[in-house]
């Protein structure tokens, strides 16, 4: 599993044209579970299936089914279901955290309830921006902050 995941994060990184993302295509990633499944991809918030799960049901029944079709095992897929409080019709509100439920129901795809946390204590926001910052490579400010912090 851990040969498995480094194989996955290094391809990620690789840089495409300059692009500064980190980022693999899922037919690349499928080609990493050919044989056996040793880790668990979670479909979280900044997915196209997350947008999808607030704006279109079809849409997103039908990304649900595309990530299945790449990765049929059992184990292989888990929906992220996510609630930061955030304002109601957004990404982290508890109706996107119901939408990703009913989705993960719907298409027999294990929900996995995170809550995506990062920090303990309100004091941590900052630390939490300065780490976004770094993951992003982009000066503060520049990038989407966490939508509660």
């Not at 039908?62 to 279901?81: G, K, N, Q, S």
Request: charged share 20%; net charge neutral.
């Amino acid at each position: 599993g851990w040969a498995t995941l480094c194989r996955i994060i290094s391809k990620a990184q690789e840089r495409k044209s300059g692009k500064k993302d980190v980022s693999i295509k899922i037919g690349d990633l499928a080609g990493f579970f050919k044989e056996e499944t040793f880790c668990t991809i979670l479909i979280g918030l900044e997915s196209s299936l997350a947008d999808a799960a607030l704006t279109s049901r079809v849409t997103a029944r039908e990304l649900a089914t595309m990530w299945r079709e790449y990765f049929p095992a059992p184990a292989a897929l888990a929906i992220e279901v996510v609630n930061h409080m955030t304002e109601p019709g957004k990404l982290g509100s508890a109706q996107h955290a119901k939408a990703m439920l009913d989705l993960a129901k719907t298409v027999g795809i294990p929900p996995v309830i995170t809550n995506a946390v990062r920090y303990i204590e309100p004091d941590g926001a900052l630390t939490a921006d300065v780490l976004d910052s770094a993951r992003y490579l982009e000066p503060l400010g520049l990038f989407t902050p966490q939508p509660n912090a």
